[in-house]
């Protein structure tokens, strides 16, 4: 089994494709193996600018959890940041923006999507809603969590490790990942041994990109040349109904009706901003980003 693996592995790599598709590569393989082929695939990515897609659903998760595993994939919402693919994953008809306290908001029925009001949005589609906080959550005994969920039909818990590494330090957002997976399985233990839970829905608001090359003066640009700028970062600008700058490639806008467009830099090109890093960013509408949705 394993050495068939790693023909079908060792065929699909021959060509010289830009997007490589693998179905569980890593399936039958003993532990030193599915390490080497992980491995394999950030070379490959990293060295020779690949993309990979590759399942995620090992069959010991299906056995440790002794439960059906389905991948779903969703459009994203544009510009790919955390207040809009928060807010695309709530239940609503269509989102809208509006400017509250000089920053742009996104709203669901008038409502504001920010965390703190997450629950009211929720709880107008179905009032047998709790939202709650990894954190909180983690830290509670058994008995506390039952009492946090008892009644509901719908838990809706924000996991937010990934992106608070990343913009603390960019260096360590990939172990944060590895560490996001890990407490994600924990926490659908919790979910089905304390509270019976039937229907899990592991979702994604945005993806990330990482460039490990240094940035030059040549892959950035200048904030100063967006005419009618309403907000803007490192991947992405949302201007008036009246921009239309040839330096950047529109992106569907989240909001249509707002006569806001959307951009996002051409190439791998970072808008200049002071303070955070520039090697881990998102907003943008690149490939990868929407793929890993």
């Not at 393989?29 to 082929?37: C, K, R, S, V, Y």
């Not at 009706?257 to 998102?282: D, E």
């Amino acid at each position: 089994m394993g050495m068939k693996q790693r023909l079908g592995i060792a065929n699909a790599l021959l060509g010289n494709s830009d997007l490589i598709i693998l179905d569980e590569p890593t399936n039958g393989l003993d532990p030193n193996g599915m390490e080497e082929i992980n491995e394999l695939i950030i070379y490959l990515a990293k060295t020779f600018q690949k993309t990979f897609l590759y399942s995620l659903i090992f069959l010991r998760d299906r056995r440790d959890m002794q439960c059906k595993i389905e991948i779903d994939d969703m459009e994203g919402a544009s510009p790919t940041i955390t207040p809009f693919g928060m807010a695309a994953l709530l239940p609503n008809i269509r989102l809208q923006t509006e400017f509250r306290n000089n920053n742009l908001k996104v709203l669901i029925d008038g409502e504001s999507t920010d965390m703190p009001n997450r629950q009211k949005v929720l709880q107008k589609a179905n009032k047998n809603s709790r939202v709650l906080k990894y954190d909180d959550l983690i830290h509670m005994k058994r008995e506390e969590r039952k009492a946090e969920v008892k009644g509901m039909e719908v838990v809706y818990i924000y996991h937010d490790q990934i992106d608070a590494a990343g913009h603390a330090s960019e260096s360590g957002v990939f172990s944060a990942c590895d560490k996001t997976i890990v407490e994600i399985k924990n926490l659908v233990r919790i979910l089905v041994n304390d509270f019976s839970a039937a229907n899990i829905m592991i979702t994604s608001d945005h993806g990330f990109l990482y460039t490990y090359e240094k940035f030059t003066e040549v892959d950035k640009i200048s904030k100063e040349n967006f005419e009618g700028l309403v907000e803007y970062g490192r991947r992405y600008a949302i201007m008036d109904e009246y921009a239309n700058p040839s330096f950047l490639m529109p992106i569907k806008f989240v909001d249509e009706k707002s006569g806001l467009k959307g951009f996002a830099p051409k190439y791998n090109i970072r808008t200049k901003k002071h303070g955070g890093g520039i090697n881990f960013v998102h907003g943008g509408s690149h490939f990868k980003k929407w793929l890993f949705h």
